[in-house]
């Protein structure tokens, strides 16, 4: 499927995307949500606290940026080359959360983002390079790369999990 290339289209993705996303959650068991495995070593709430901790990025970018200044991105101490370690010290510091708390903030954290979302218009949200903080990107990409790409992948992920787990 294309990415999103207006904000209506986008903030469509972004609910039916979650949305798929949460059906696959609820496909697999509640105790195998917390088994190893469904990205490597990570469970299906791991997957879900990876992609909330992605949304903050996401709207931390993106509150910075508004101000005028430069966030890190992706974070604080990381480039984009060091993606996979960013990845794995979103891990560890939220491997022991609790399954509902983790699918709480994800639940918030998308709601936030979707706001966020709404605030821009098209072009605000879709031209290249309109904001220092995006370089020669879009805001609309980050939130692209944030929600629906990133929903994408993990329901990819989740639904292959789940055809090796037990029926709900």
């Known amino acids: 499927m ?3 290339a207006d904000r209506t289209t986008l903030l469509a993705r972004i609910d039916t995307d979650f949305g798929k996303l949460l059906e696959h959650v609820a496909s697999v068991a509640p105790a ?15 997957i879900l606290a990876h992609l909330d901790a992605w949304h903050e990025m996401f709207l931390g970018w993106e509150r910075v ?10 974070a604080p101490g ?3 080359k060091d993606t996979p370690e960013l990845n794995d010290a979103i891990w560890q510091r939220t491997r022991d959360d609790d399954y509902e708390t983790v699918l709480s903030r994800l639940t918030d ?3 936030r983002v979707r706001l966020a979302v709404e605030a821009y218009d098209d072009e605000a949200l879709f031209e290249k390079g309109r904001y220092r903080w995006t370089g020669t990107t879009s805001v609309g ?9 990133h929903y994408d992948w ?5 639904r292959r999990f789940a ?3 037990p029926p709900e």
């Open 2 to 4: 294309s990415r999103p």
């Open 32 to 46: 195998a949500r917390l088994e190893r495995g469904a990205c490597e070593d990570w469970s299906v709430k791991d």
């Open 65 to 74: 940026g508004a101000d005028g200044s430069m966030p890190e991105l992706p």
């Open 78 to 80: 990381y480039g984009w």
């Open 109 to 111: 954290s998308h709601a």
């Open 141 to 149: 990409s980050y939130a692209v790369s944030a929600t629906t790409s």
């Open 154 to 158: 993990a329901t990819k992920l989740i």
């Open 163 to 165: 055809r090796t787990r």
